[in-house]
T-cell receptor, first 112, second 112 residues
């Protein structure tokens, strides 16, 4: 059974810092990996989707990398802002319709 | 383009009552799925569908029924609500294998 772990569970940093969120998965036979953002009481917003054949994806200040063989992904946030405060979720797909396996998330607070 | 629409946003049920959580997508996605999100447990897959007329069970299917009569709609039915079903429910859809998932805004359900 696929298991996804996110470290750290919580992180608080001052505004302006660059930071890295980590995600690891036990079964390397994934089809893709998706990073989401969730604000309190809200739904999930997709940030980045990395196919298993890709090494990284970038969107603005966000960069996600994937090392499928080692079962790891990182989400790099550059020049963090208070508006980046949220819970960040990592999820992997085996390629079928049977959805995503999620980590429990990293709760991020950016101090003004 | 509305994406994935869930109704209602909030619901309070009494133990033993039944109800249907609605999910509709307007992106012509074949894959649809239901998750529940609980503190400390993360998001867990309840049921999923690969297309109209085809559904299957996920990780935590007990107490829930689904059907998929059209590509657009994927309702989740609670047969006899229990306090253990108090949770936030999310519906998601994806275009195809390898496609990223789009999530609805969620339904917060309380069973008393």
């Amino acid at each position: 059974k696929q298991e996804v772990t996110q470290i750290p569970a919580a992180l608080s940093v001052p505004e302006g810092e660059n930071l890295v969120l980590n995600c690891s998965f036990t079964d390397s036979a994934i089809y893709n990996l998706q990073w989401f953002r969730q604000d309190p009481g809200k739904g999930l917003t997709s940030l980045l989707l990395i196919q298993s054949s890709q090494r990284e994806q970038t969107s603005g200040r966000l960069n996600a990398s994937l090392d499928k063989s080692s079962g790891r992904s990182t989400l790099y946030i550059a020049a963090s802002q208070p508006g980046d405060s949220a819970t960040y979720l990592c999820a992997v797909s085996g390629g079928g319709a049977d959805g995503l396996t999620f980590g429990k998330g990293t709760h991020l607070i950016i101090q003004p | 383009n509305a994406g994935v629409t869930q109704t209602p946003k909030f619901q309070v049920l009494k133990t033993g009552q039944s109800m249907t959580l609605q999910c509709a997508q307007d992106m012509n996605h074949e894959y649809m799925s239901w998750y529940r999100q609980d503190p400390g447990m993360g998001l867990r897959l309840i049921h999923y569908s690969v297309g109209a007329g085809i559904t299957d069970q996920g990780e935590v299917p007990n107490g829930y029924n689904v059907s998929r009569s059209t590509t657009e709609d994927f309702p989740l039915r609670l047969l006899s609500a229990a306090p253990s079903q108090t949770s936030v429910y999310f519906c998601a859809s994806s275009y195809q294998t390898g496609g990223g998932y789009t999530f609805g805004s969620g339904t917060r359900l309380t069973v008393v």
